[in-house]
């Protein structure tokens, strides 16, 4: 087993996310979040810089790069703006979708424009009737004059109001034991009956719109069934399970990284007693209890990227590393903000912020039960 | 055929840490450890000006005279978008001051031309003498203007280029070859993509040394400098100074006395000497 | 490269420069500065000063009182516009002759440029933007130079060349005690040749030249009271504070480098620092400014210098005589009123 470490050219990378986010990012983050917008005219931008295609291949126009790469973009990202970070990986999971599971003709018409920016990409799974209870989504598919006819709602849906390409699963049948057969379909965000509904007031991840998106009616050809009749929850589940969770991993990995460098750089700005603040142990042992946390975090999240990035199974890992990711953060950012004190609670600071965006990555992608009942399962079988 | 294009880049510790910069007591050098070497701000404006400027068949080339860890500062320019990058290297250049380094720079320029245009910063962010554009122009034989806001082909040899002064701009036209220094106004330099960072390690980065080099001994480096460094310090500016404290009110009553004492008449806004009353 | 005789060097030689037939002030500034040096060290020689442009006669009254021992004049139509190459090439041929022993050159962008040309052309050292000039009694110069933003400063001397060459910033050296009736040397140079050959070479045109707009209110470098807003004010609608208290103290605003990326000062004609203006207002008042070193260098002489900075830790405490630890706005606020106050009570 190799020690952990980025390669050159990731490092170089990482470098190169990092002069975007100082640029465009860092500076507008605390305006998106208390104005609960989502940036979509940097779209074009992420497009050109590679960001919204990192793992598609160059002949799609996407950056061919791998999952590990992918994660250090949302990452940086995420350390300002976590918002932008949930909006960028949403747009990634509908992109993935089409990517793994489409045919070539889907993948020539959809990829490149949302790998240059041009289009905004969704997912749109969750279900008043289904969230944690996957199977119980009432979306449905009808075969109409050798047509699908979509019907239904979601809820719960990040890109909700700026999807271009948007990912539905819908119920198309019963198999022969009557279980539901869920079919996965490509929607153009303009088809007719397709809109966005109600806007969620997030707590947190507001620089990312989330909402309902409807069905009605919504008429698609059969070019436009992504793989086969019934692939959809396996199509709905992989991609969650390794790209999305992937992303919430991710993100809270760059939270945990903010968290880390506020503490240190507001514990030496900070005198009390004569003396910087970080010469206190309390202090001190809360800077370090969040740098334990971070480094589990980051190491958790990249083994299970580069697991992916290799081929292997990782459904697990991955569930390990959001459900660790996304409580430290949580964690990391009030203790954070208890090393601040009063200006802890000042929203002049970015602490609160990344405490609400913390809360609310957590049940993103799957509650923490759910990744814990995952994790269970695969430990109990001996995997 | 397209336009043959070099840009001079250079290293320079971060600016935005320059604060921490200490000055080593016993050894009485500059400390400027913890610091990261980034590329010089300014350079970026040259180095966007030339990628703008090459259009679909020209080439660029950057080239820094420096030690050798500035191969990551090359790659990162390579990164950004430029076609191959040269490295001179060596200890016989360390120490030069602009006179030298100039002379060592053109001697690089020369052995890699021959280019239509070279592109500069104004100045290096921490030397900031501004005068390695001009005394490399100088070594080239070429025209050159510093401080360019704007660059325009006006035709296959000449361009329209627009300097500006502290409140004045002015127009020249110029013909190629000529060295431009680019002004931080000129352009808003591009971000570097994921694909860019990729292309940049298989871009060719050619490490020229002394052997390599058509140059005179005697005018490399530190022997070849006119300007020879004395001591340096720190620059001695504190104040003892008072604190003011209290509510909005008060304090601005503890101001108004103070301006007072200044010599400013605060009630008709006049400026008069020192302890009050009219000259 | 030739070294050369520092015996055969003589002198003190100023490039003047010259804007729409006006002595800039940077040019009294460095003939204060030599005459300083030449009376710590009459062994240097003259201080003569050289003006390159078109219709100059009406220029000299103000250089004359400087008590300047000689005044160069280059006067011809075709130097009415700045051209590095021409301007170059007269006063290497004015310096190959009268071999000054020291040359100095304001740090403005066009004639620090012609310093860097002059120190391959003349084969010499040129020390930059130098914050002190000192003497010895052979004459030597040893130059004070910033680097690093001005954190740190280093001597620089240039024993085995000459001229030695320095340029200067506007506002770093003071114009000396005028000498009324004063009436120095008045020398004509004839640069009709140096034109003609210059004119021949076509690589360089110089086509039209134009101020910019010229800016509101009094210039920085003038003002008596200058308000200086710094990246902390945090928005367009606070950064109006400023102009409101510098009306009221009949001053100016300036600022650091963020405020012009921010969009909130046209550009960089308002900036105070190493990179930009070097200011001594009576009373400098600077709000939510950190201070940096390169801001600081551009101020540090000011008579009276205030703060106020939420940040107790701000490095500008160090270098202010009155601090006041708190919110910009409100206390910005809180003293244009106070002094609105009091005039409405007269």
Redesign the interface.
């Known amino acids: 087993m190799q020690f952990f470490q980025f390669t050159e ?1 990731q490092e ?2 990482r ?3 990092r ?2 986010v100082d ?1 465009e990012v860092a500076p507008k983050a605390k305006e998106w979040d208390e104005n609960d917008v989502c940036p979509v005219e940097l779209w074009p ?1 992420m497009g ?4 919204c295609g ?1 793992f598609v291949p ?1 002949e799609y126009g996407g ?3 791998g999952h590990t ?1 992918r994660a250090i ?1 949302l990452e940086e990202i995420s350390r300002h703006s976590a918002g932008l970070g949930i909006a960028l990986m949403t747009h990634h999971l509908g992109t993935a979708a089409i990517l793994y599971y489409g045919n070539e003709e889907q993948k020539k018409k959809y990829l490149p424009d949302l790998c240059s920016g041009k289009k905004v990409g969704g997912l749109s799974v969750t279900e008043p009737g289904g969230g944690s209870d996957f199977m119980g989504q009432k979306s449905t598919g009808e075969l109409k004059d050798a047509k699908w006819v979509l019907n239904g709602r979601k809820c719960f849906i990040t890109n909700s109001h700026i999807a271009d390409v948007d990912v539905w699963t819908v119920i198309t049948g019963q198999d022969e034991k009557g279980r539901p057969v869920m079919t996965a379909f490509i929607i153009d965000g303009d088809a007719e009956g397709h809109t966005p509904g109600r806007k969620e007031h997030k707590l947190g991840l507001r620089g990312s719109v989330t909402g309902d998106v409807i069905c009605n009616n919504v008429v698609v050809g059969p070019e436009q069934m992504l793989q086969k009749l019934g692939a959809g929850a396996k199509i709905a589940m992989t991609t969650i399970q390794e790209v999305g969770r992937a992303g919430m991993s991710a993100i809270c990995v760059g939270i945990l990284r903010g968290c880390i460098e506020e503490a240190v750089k507001f514990s030496n ?1 900070r ?1 009390l007693y004569g003396k910087p603040l970080n010469k206190l142990q309390a202090i001190q042992f809360m800077i370090a209890e969040n740098r334990v946390e971070y480094e589990a975090a980051k190491l958790l999240t990249y083994r299970a990227t580069g697991m992916k990035d290799a081929g292997l199974p990782c459904a697990t890992e991955f569930a390990i590393a959001k459900y660790y990711s996304t409580e430290a953060s949580v964690r990391c950012a009030k203790r954070t903000m208890d090393s601040m004190g009063g200006y802890g609670i000042v929203n002049e600071y970015p602490v609160g912020r990344f405490l609400r965006d913390g809360l609310a990555s957590i049940p993103s992608g799957g509650t923490s039960q759910v990744q814990l009942l995952i994790t269970a399962g695969a430990t109990i079988a001996g995997k | 055929m397209g336009l043959s294009i070099a840009v001079c880049i250079k290293p320079v510790p971060d600016p935005k840490h320059y604060d921490k910069i200490k000055i080593d007591p016993v050894k009485k050098t500059v400390v400027r450890e913890g610091i990261s070497t980034i590329l010089n701000p300014c350079d970026k404006h040259a180095l966007e000006a030339a990628l703008q400027l090459r259009g679909s068949d020209g080439a660029v080339t950057v080239i820094t005279m420096a030690p050798p860890n500035a191969e990551e500062t090359l790659r990162e320019a390579l990164a950004m978008g430029a076609d191959a990058a040269i490295l001179l290297t060596d200890r016989a250049f360390a120490g030069a001051d602009t006179w030298a380094t100039s002379y060592t720079l053109a001697s690089g320029l020369k052995k890699a031309g021959p280019f239509d245009i070279i592109f500069t910063g104004t100045e290096s962010a921490d030397g900031a003498t501004t005068q390695v554009p001009a005394q490399l122009a100088e070594w080239m034989d070429w025209p050159h203007l510093w401080n360019a806001v704007t660059v325009e082909q006006t035709g296959e040899q000449t361009l329209k280029v627009r300097t500006k002064a502290e409140n004045e701009w002015s127009d020249y036209q110029v013909t190629l070859p000529c060295l431009l220094a680019m002004s931080r106004e000129s352009n808003k330099p591009r971000l570097t993509s994921l694909m860019g960072v990729m292309k940049a390690k298989k871009k060719p980065l050619t490490v020229w040394c002394r052997p390599d080099l058509d140059v005179d001994d005697a005018a490399l480096g530190m022997k070849g400098s006119p300007t020879q460094p004395g001591a340096i310090f720190e620059p001695e500016m504190g104040r003892k100074g008072i604190l003011i404290s209290g509510d909005v009110d008060e304090i601005a009553a503890q101001l108004v006395e103070k301006l007072r004492t200044a010599g400013l008449a605060i009630e008709t806004g006049d400026v008069c000497a020192p302890g009050g009353g009219n000259v | 490269m030739k070294m050369t005789n520092p015996a055969d060097w003589k002198g003190i030689l100023i490039i003047g420069e010259i804007n729409n037939c006006r002595v800039q002030p940077v040019s009294l500034e460095l003939i204060g500065k030599a005459r300083e040096l030449k009376a710590g060290c009459p062994a240097v020689g003259e201080v003569a000063a050289v003006l390159i442009g078109s219709g100059l006669s009406g220029s000299l009254a103000e250089i004359e009182v400087t008590g300047v021992d000689e005044v160069i004049l280059v006067d011809h139509a075709d130097c009415a516009l700045f051209h590095n190459d021409l301007y170059a090439a007269i006063l290497k041929q004015i310096i190959d002759t009268r071999k000054p022993s020291v040359v100095l050159f304001p740090a403005t962008a066009r004639y620090q440029d012609l310093a860097s040309i002059l120190g391959i052309r003349a084969d010499t050292g040129v020390a930059a933007h130098c914050v002190d000039i000192r003497i010895n009694e052979q004459a030597e110069i040893l130059a004070v130079v910033p680097a690093f933003g001005g954190k740190v400063l280093g001597d620089i001397l240039c024993p085995a060349h000459r001229p030695q060459m320095a340029t200067a910033k506007p506002g770093i050296f003071r114009q000396g005690e005028p000498v009324p009736g004063h009436k120095p040397k008045r020398s004509l140079f004839d640069a009709s040749t140096i034109i003609a050959d210059t004119m021949k070479k076509t690589r360089l045109l110089a086509l039209e030249s134009s101020v910019c707009a010229v800016p509101e209110g009094i210039p920085l470098e003038k003002a008596t009271v200058v308000v200086c807003g710094g990246w902390g004010m945090g928005s367009k609608e606070n950064w109006a504070l400023l102009g409101d208290l510098a009306n009221l103290l009949g001053g100016a605003v300036g600022c650091t480098r963020p405020p012009i990326d921010e969009g909130w000062m046209p550009d960089e004609s308002y900036m105070i620092g190493t990179s930009g203006k070097v200011i001594r207002p009576k009373v400098y008042i600077g709000v939510a400014v950190s201070g940096s070193s390169h801001h600081v260098c551009g101020m540090k002489d000011s008579d009276l210098i205030i703060s106020i900075n939420n940040d107790p830790k701000a490095p500008i405490f160090e270098v202010s005589d009155i601090r006041i630890v708190g919110d910009a706005k409100q206390t910005l606020k809180g003293l244009s009123d106070k002094i609105r106050e009091i005039r409405s009570a007269k």
Do not use: H
């Not at chain 1, 050109?48 to 960001?51: A, F, H, N, P, S």
């Open positions: 050219e170089m990378l470098k190169a996310v002069e975007f640029a931008l050109e810089l590679g960001l990192v160059e950056a061919g790069l790469e973009v700005e005198i």
